[in-house]
């Protein structure tokens, strides 16, 4: 599967496959009277005995995706099981389900169905196929929406813009804070589910780092199920939310329980389906991608703007990095804000105006920093770091020297590092899709080729900025009643917490 290095590079014990079954014990109080026996068929039922000699089979555990986040046991070796809950299968049903109900006369029955769309897997697509970004988008829309029958195709790169500016503000209130009271830095960026279930499972004294933000997917899923819900007159049981996302991992940060609504019994992302999922769909309905209708760019929690020569909404591009852009914007935004410099992309990305840009050591580690005028001391100092190697140095910079200390502190001097687990980042997620020739599926070249598509946007009809974006201004009052609010809090940030691990050997368990 194409999990990332983070996700599967953990402290592994076990390892299940999906034609295998969870071997975990799981604790169960005994309710059985005393002189039963179990007994196993030639098949591997089981049955209880009772004394009379009348038998009950029993029926086979069922463990839900769920029951697996909540275990500490295997769930970082066996997320090829876990996968197989969250599938395109799971869209056909609901999609089956809405028609049956349509045929029966019970609307009340029907459900809302929303896809939200990653602008990586938006890229990966255009590159394998020799389409643009947009074209993509607009055979997306024809695809989901007329071909099958969804109401609403989203794009996540809208809601990546609240997901940027709650970011930058987090980070401007944590520095002031590190300047005046020793505050804790560096932050961590958080948009990365493989990292974040890493730092969980293996590093607990990472977490305080992380900002707290919660990713482009998750804030969409709060957006549609909180506020396009209530518009549309829907409780959010009764909207089913897909994300097209460019990992696996996503599937998992979908089915955290903190994003799970106890009231109506639902999650903010029903499911996640990745690029390859969606190219999959495409072959069982016995359509080609690059021979399908499109439909008009719609402009609801769509990042778009007109196009200067005919009007019509085309996709607006965002800046900085393909996995999110977050070094770039939070660099300038805290420049801006902090010390009343105004930088531009190029100033970042060619190191001018008191930028300087570093290389690592590898192509997935890069530095910047920022330096005032006539003063050598850098005031900011940002480092992307991609991959499992580069990773791991940076937790060792973040592990306390004694376990006595009351704060988080770190010995590592940056204040904020955009986090990815893939190598390249978010372009290069391993629900991508790959070049025809599988020996070039890690090809360097392959996803240069994803990132010139994914940058396409920008180069075509510019960049949007989240401020200049005047729906996420419209939405901070109509939806959240503020900036700075409580809902505004709850509906766009988030917490971690460790996972303990519990050792249990397989020969104290009694059978």
């Keep these: 599967m194409g999990f990332s290095g983070a996700v599967v590079l953990t402290d592994l014990n076990d390892f299940i496959t999906p034609s295998q079954a969870c071997i ?204 396009l819900g209530s518009k549309i007159g829907l409780t959010p049981d009764k909207v089913y939310h897909v994300s097209v996302m460019p990992c696996y991992d996503k599937k998992l940060e979908a089915s955290r329980q903190d994003f799970y609504n106890e009231i109506y019994s639902t999650r903010d992302v029903d499911c996640v389906i990745t690029t390859g999922e969606v190219e999959k769909m495409f072959g069982e309905q016995g359509l080609g991608i690059g021979h399908v209708p499109e439909a008009e760019v719609e402009s609801l929690f769509t990042k778009a703007v007109a196009s200067h020569d005919t009007g019509i909404p085309m996709l607006a591009g965002t800046e900085g990095s393909s996995s999110g852009g977050y070094l770039s914007y939070i660099f300038r935004y805290a420049a801006r804000v902090l010390y009343g410099i105004n930088l531009t992309l190029e100033d970042v990305e060619l190191g001018r105006n008191g930028v300087q840009v570093r290389a690592g050591r590898n192509i997935d580690f890069k530095e910047y920093t920022l330096t005032l005028p006539n003063d050598p001391t850098p005031v900011l100092k940002f480092a992307a770091a991609y991959g499992f190697r580069n990773i791991q140095n940076l937790v060792r910079k973040l592990k306390p020297t004694s376990s006595l200390r009351r704060r988080p502190t770190a010995t590592s001097d940056y204040h904020f590092v955009e986090v990815m687990a893939c190598p390249s980042g978010c372009i290069n997620g391993g629900g991508q899709l790959k070049p025809d020739d599988d020996l070039a599926s890690a090809s360097r070249d392959w996803v240069a080729r994803t990132e010139e598509a994914y940058r396409w946007v920008a180069n075509k009809a510019g960049v949007q900025f989240p401020e200049a974006n005047s729906a996420i201004g419209v939405l901070y009052q109509e939806w959240l009643g503020g900036e700075e609010t409580e809902k505004a809090r709850v509906m766009l940030h988030t917490g971690y917490r460790a996972v303990e691990k519990t050792n249990v050997s397989g020969l104290a368990v009694k059978w």
């Design 24 to 227: 975990k014990p799981v604790e169960i109080k005994k309710t059985a009277t005393e002189g039963t026996q179990i007994r196993v068929d030639d098949t591997g039922g089981y049955y209880e005995v009772r004394q009379d000699g009348g038998e009950t089979k029993l029926e086979t555990a069922s463990i839900s995706l769920n029951d697996c986040l909540a275990c500490s046991g295997c769930i970082t070796s066996a997320e090829s099981v876990l996968i197989t809950m969250q599938s395109q299968k799971e869209l056909y049903e609901i999609l089956t389900a809405n028609k049956l109900a349509i045929a029966q006369g019970r609307p009340n029955d029907v459900r809302t169905i929303v896809v939200s769309v990653a602008p990586q897997s938006r890229a990966s697509i255009a590159a394998k196929y020799n389409l643009t970004p947009l074209q993509v988008h607009m055979r997306l829309l024809w695809f989901f929406k007329q071909f099958l029958g969804v109401h609403y195709v989203f794009d996540t790169a809208f809601s990546r813009d609240f997901s940027l500016l709650e970011s930058a503000k987090e980070f401007v209130r944590r520095y002031r804070q590190h300047r005046a009271t020793g505050g804790v830095l560096p932050m961590l960026a958080s948009a990365c589910p493989g990292w974040i279930c890493y730092a969980e499972k293996t590093h607990d004294y990472i977490l305080p780092f992380i900002d707290t933000t919660k990713s482009p997917q998750q804030v969409m899923g709060s957006l549609v199920k909180d506020y």
